[in-house]
């Protein structure tokens, strides 16, 4: 392996196992549903959040971006047909943000004691490199 077969493999590890680090700041433990027809704001626990991966394209041309996703969390606390609600740029992070998002688990959200399916939960995952 030449030298600049080297060095060109251990910038983009480095680039990705950063891109993996900040990709992971974006999670927080809790996020907020809505249940019933009044649309009664609850808070619902993550208890397994698989991180996004990093699109290998976006990478190579050092794109960073956002996409918001919103699904509804079972009673048994799985994530129900997520859908991308926005994202920048477009085309880009959609596909990686959905696939990571599907294999989310929640804590089984409850409402005055009895077991709720939280509606439109949004989350907003960030691609940054920096």
């Known amino acids: 392996m030449s030298l600049y077969k080297a060095y060109k493999f251990l910038i983009r590890s480095l ?5 993996g680090i900040f990709a992971s700041s974006v999670f927080t433990a ?3 549903g809505y249940v019933g027809e009044d649309e009664t704001e609850i808070t619902v626990e993550r208890n397994y959040a698989k991180l996004p991966s990093f699109p290998r394209k976006a990478l190579r041309k ?3 971006g956002y996409v918001v996703v919103e699904f509804d969390v079972d009673t048994d606390g799985a994530v129900l047909d997520p859908y ?3 994202a920048s740029p477009q085309g880009v992070f959609e596909r990686s943000a959905i696939k990571a998002v599907r294999k989310w688990v929640y804590v089984p959200p409850s409402f005055n004691g009895q077991s709720v399916k939280a509606n439109n939960v949004q989350v907003r995952l960030s691609f940054n490199l920096d």
Not at 15 to 19: G, S
């Open 84 to 86: 991308v609600v926005e």
């Open 62 to 64: 050092g794109q960073e």
């Open 15 to 19: 680039a990705i196992f950063i891109a």
């Open 30 to 32: 809790v996020d907020i």
